[in-house]
């Protein structure tokens, strides 16, 4: 039979909660937080074949079962994917179906794959700034750490729908400049990771209604008051670090924020 007690090697051993107590987690929750732990570190990177449920088996002294599972909760997380006769591959947002995989703005009555919903991005600004209260908190960074903010514009069917404005450390993303964001093809996070290979894995968001501000009135070439979408999201990288705090203020006049809660 299968041993039950978590992988216990030097370099795979499950370390005990904060408080030092006994905790239960199933075993392939910690095959689960084993690999991830290896994506973390980069053993292997966006995109790449991870070796096969055999090795990691034996790797972590687990039957395939266990391995399978384990794998099966990271595809659904859309952290790996499994690709019939290939094998697992790391998931990558530079796949043309997943580039936008967070954009939730769809025009209204559209079928929901159209490539219509990929916007035209248009950069307006990058800033180096310090790290008020709000974008530490939520990037778990320190106050007055240096951070910078990008500003940009999503454009859908000729029209300015979104006004983003993203804070991201400035640690984890040297030398970042106008010039390489203007260059990149694709989503943010496809550029983030292609450059920087920093992948985000899932976000956090909250929406409320807002009413335009000067900034945004000017860039979406709206009324300053006109009735917007306020879409406040983290996103957040391997082992739940949060990376990128975004505030988008979105016009829906033809379109609606959609999202599967199935």
């Known amino acids: 039979m299968e041993n039950q007690q978590p992988p216990n090697s030097a370099n795979n051993a499950v370390g005990q909660p904060p408080g030092g ?4 987690q199933p ?8 690999i991830t732990r290896s994506l973390v570190v980069g053993e292997w990177g966006p ?3 991870i070796p096969s449920e055999f090795e990691l088996a034996r790797r972590f002294g687990v039957s395939q079962g ?3 599972k384990a794998i099966d909760a990271l595809a659904a997380e859309f952290i790996v994917v499994r690709r019939q006769g290939k094998g697992t591959f790391v998931a990558t947002h530079t796949a043309p179906t997943h580039q936008y995989r967070f954009l939730r703005i769809r025009a209204d009555g559209a079928d929901l794959d159209s490539a219509k919903h990929h916007p035209r991005t248009i950069f307006v600004g990058l800033q180096k700034a310090k790290a008020d209260s709000s974008s530490a908190a939520k990037l778990a960074l320190r106050l007055n750490q240096s951070v910078w903010v990008i500003s940009r514009l999503l454009v859908f069917d000729d029209r300015p729908l979104i006004f983003d404005e993203i804070v991201l450390a400035q640690s984890g993303f040297p030398n970042l400049s106008m010039e390489k964001l203007v260059a990149s093809r694709g989503s943010i996070y496809s550029f983030l990771e292609t450059a920087y290979g920093t992948r985000m894995v899932r976000a956090e968001e909250s929406i409320k209604a807002v009413g335009a501000n000067k900034l945004a009135a000017k860039h979406l070439g709206v009324p300053v008051g006109t009735p ?3 879409v406040d999201r ?3 990288s391997y082992g739940d670090k949060p990376v990128e705090w975004r ?4 016009l829906t006049d033809g379109y609606s924020y959609y999202n599967d809660l199935a």
């Open 21 to 24: 107590g006994a905790t239960f």
């Open 27 to 34: 075993l392939y929750e910690q095959i689960k937080a084993l």
């Open 47 to 49: 995109g790449e074949l």
């Open 66 to 68: 266990t391995v399978r």
């Open 228 to 230: 917007l979408l306020s």
């Open 234 to 236: 983290v996103a957040y």
């Open 247 to 250: 505030r988008g203020l979105c």
